[in-house]
Nanobody, 119 residues
Framework: QVQLVESGGGLVQAGGSLRLSCAAS????????MAWFRQAPGKEREIVARIRWSNNFTSYANSVKGRFTISRDNAKTTVYLQMNSLEFEDTAVYYC????????????WGQGTQVTVSS
């Protein structure tokens, strides 16, 4: 059974930092892209960062460039999102997702973790 489990969300003041984790299990993700999405109340879901598991290629939404960093651990089983200089507008539920590298769609999704940034 494929499972993506997010953790690390919480309440933080503007300017602070959080690190989100996505524990991936149930299959090999060597041919997959891992991504972080977020959805704020009243807003559409948006992608914020992604990483190709096989070669560590990364990309970011313009709104988080220079502040967020996506990475994976040595075991290649957990993906992280380091979030620095957090802003009120970063408040959202953050979701981990995975999909084949050649596809624009994501096949697997986690349950989400809440990030709340106080102004």
């Amino acid at each position: 059974q494929v499972q993506l489990v997010e953790s690390g969300g919480g309440l933080v003041q503007a300017g602070g930092s959080l690190r989100l984790s996505c524990a991936a299990s149930g299959r090999s993700f060597s041919s997959y892209v891992m991504a972080w999405f977020r959805q704020a109340p009243g807003k559409e879901r948006e992608i914020v960062a992604r990483i190709r598991w096989s070669n560590n290629f990364t990309s970011y939404a313009n709104s988080v460039k220079g502040r967020f960093t996506i990475s994976r651990d040595n075991a290649k089983t957990t993906v992280y999102l380091q979030m620095n200089s957090l802003e009120f507008e970063d408040t959202a539920v953050y979701y981990c997702a995975a999909g084949p590298w050649f596809s624009a769609e994501y096949t697997y999704w986690g349950q989400g973790t809440q990030v709340t940034v106080s102004s």
